[in-house]
């Protein structure tokens, strides 16, 4: 089994800047991939970014490409730093992790944290 606890969200306004957190424990050794995704009011959950757990390969989704950036340090803690937010990026986000290798499929991943409210204003 794999903990997941995040950290980090809040409000802040359009052009502003958050970092979540996800702490890791348990079962670790057997990740392979993390990921960040998120889910607005009404739309399906969708992933945002993902990292190796080695930290060395990263994707994002073309909407937050080069104002986000997903990080990994050797505590077994991820991270998600978010600049120039937008209203559109307002959501919960969630970070999860996989013991395969399917970066983009949610299906995939076995475990998740419970989730973190960002809400941007303008």
């Known amino acids: 089994q794999v903990q997941l606890v995040e950290s980090g969200g809040g409000p802040v306004q359009a052009g502003g800047y958050l970092r979540l957190s996800c702490a890791a424990s348990?079962?670790?050794?057997?990740?392979?991939?993390m990921g960040w995704f998120r889910q607005a009011p009404g739309k399906e959950r969708e992933l945002v970014a993902a990292?190796?757990?080695?930290?060395?390969?990263s994707l994002y989704t073309d909407s937050v490409k080069g104002r986000f950036t997903i990080s990994r340090d050797s505590a077994n803690n991820m991270y998600l730093q978010m600049n120039s937010l937008k209203p559109e990026d307002t959501a919960v986000y969630y970070c999860a992790a996989q013991y395969g290798s399917f970066w983009s499929r949610i299906d995939q991943y076995n475990y998740w944290g419970q989730g973190s409210q960002v809400t941007v204003s303008s």
């Open positions: 990292i190796s757990w080695g930290g060395s390969k």
């Open positions: 348990g079962r670790t050794s057997s990740i392979l991939v």
